[in-house]
């Protein structure tokens, strides 16, 4: 499989926010959101074995381990490493745009799906079953929004009353770093009464927007 790196950091976001963790990111993306901030993993990488990838998971130090990208459920092995890092005992969770079916993944691994509102340019792309037919288990997997504006956060509860998102999963607001202040964000959401959590990313405010491999 082609990775971009792996490497060892804090979980940035959700419940495990602040956790140590170990990243492992895919390289490629059949999506290109206006606000991505990892544009580095679409091309190059380095082609690794199953075999070598879980080594150097192993020689990290966290047991909580993300498998994102890039796009990483488009790596063929990606479920078959998710499985494996399961098995050896570690918490594994995957991040994937949306845009492919999260039943590929095995039950063990809380599944994050990052819903693409129509400021990210990518709506059209979305894999709408994904939202439905059980793929989504509460207390463990998530759905997020990024948000650039008030047009986006109201698409966004639209589709959370639409799917019951709240009633299936952990459902989170992330605002776009850097255009959208936390602050509206937050009103909007006490105005509306909206069962959310906000999402902030954490590693952003460590380390500044523009830092690589936290």
């Not at 082609?2 to 419940?15: D, F, K, L």
């Not at 792309?125 to 793929?135: I, L, S, T, V, Y």
């Not at 999963?169 to 202040?181: M, R, T």
């Amino acid at each position: 499989m082609r990775i971009t790196e792996i490497y060892a950091s804090v979980q940035g976001e959700r419940a495990q926010a602040g956790r140590p963790c170990t990243l492992a990111r895919a390289t490629g993306c059949d999506l290109r959101c206006v606000w991505c901030d990892t544009p580095r993993a679409f091309t190059g990488g380095e082609e690794r074995t199953l075999a070598d990838v879980i080594a150097a998971v192993e020689q990290l130090p966290a047991r909580l381990v993300l498998l994102t990208g890039g796009e990483p459920l488009l790596q063929r092995e990606l479920p078959a490493l998710a499985s494996a890092l399961v098995a050896r005992g570690f918490e594994v969770m995957c991040e994937t745009g949306g845009q492919h079916d999260v039943a590929v993944l095995p039950d063990g691994v809380m599944r994050i799906v990052d819903c693409k509102p129509p400021g990210s340019g990518e709506t059209a792309k979305m894999f709408w079953p994904n939202f439905e037919g059980g793929r989504l288990r509460a207390g463990r997997d998530a759905v997020k929004f990024v948000l650039r504006q008030e047009a986006d956060y109201n698409w966004a509860r639209e589709v959370i009353a639409r799917y019951r998102l709240d009633r299936q999963c952990e459902v989170l607001l992330s605002p776009a770093h850097g255009e959208l202040d936390p602050r509206e964000l937050v009103a909007w959401m006490l105005r509306d009464r909206l069962p959310t959590r906000l999402n902030l990313q954490i590693h952003k405010y460590i380390w500044g927007a523009d830092a690589e491999r936290v």
